[in-house]
């Protein structure tokens, strides 16, 4: 074999191989993608499930609000935990459709916000049911009602009404306010980075921080 021989041999053996290195590339990518559209798939059905959850317990209240109709607590602590269901229902279909129509050609900044939202669903559960710490006497209610027959407020003393009243109006303020710092944009406090991983993981803290830092980048 002459040099132009062994050279001709040595250029298409190289370009053999770069598109060898290219189709594995696109292979490797192309089971990555599978394998997040395959996840994604989990999360939808996992969310649907948890949307039948929210139904059955949202008509259950409302069965319960129209059998005994009257303006008493345990009905307007149904009305109220029923407000929450719904919240809850309506931030799974959104998920729903969410996870539905991720696209992978976004941009991976956009992208990695709608991810962002996809993995953060069980935080913004557990929000919503911090949200909910305030109005702990509607469980209370209900469950006096329906264990007793007895509507606990109405053997209530005016100096213990004030004292819940005062204490939901506190924790609904130090809720509002641990709602409002559990984002992506505070992760960088030591609390809210804690916080968020230890309810959802470090990945989530992972991708929070990404998110921040693309967005300071861009400003």
Not at 83 to 90: D, E, K, P, R, V
Not at 112 to 139: G, I, N
Request: proline share 1%; aromatic share 14%.
């Amino acid at each position: 074999m002459n040099l132009d021989n062994f050279k001709s041999a040595w250029q298409q053996q190289s370009t053999d191989t770069h598109s060898a290195i290219e189709i594995n590339q696109a292979k490797l990518a192309e089971i990555k993608i599978n394998k997040q559209v395959k996840a994604l798939n989990k999360m939808k059905w996992a969310r649907i499930i948890e949307s039948c959850v929210f139904l059955i317990i949202i008509v259950l209240l409302w069965k319960y609000i129209a059998a005994g109709f009257t303006f008493s607590a345990p009905i307007i602590s149904a009305f109220i935990l029923s407000l929450f269901a719904i919240i809850g229902l309506a931030g799974n279909i959104g998920q729903i459709v969410l996870i539905s129509n991720i696209d992978y050609s976004k941009p991976v900044n956009q992208l990695q916000k709608d991810f962002y939202r996809v993995c953060s669903h069980k935080l913004e559960l557990t929000k919503l049911l911090l949200m909910s710490v305030p109005f702990y006497l509607a469980y209370v209610f209900i469950g006096f009602d329906l264990l007793f027959g007895i509507d606990l407020y109405q053997y209530l003393e005016l100096h213990m009404i004030w004292f819940y009243s005062l204490s939901s109006v506190l924790l609904f303020i130090a809720t509002a306010w641990v709602f409002a710092k559990l984002n992506y944009k505070n992760i960088s406090e030591k609390w809210v980075n804690s916080s968020v991983q230890f309810i959802v993981g470090k990945r989530l803290v992972t991708m929070a921080e990404f998110l921040n830092s693309s967005e300071l980048i861009e400003s």
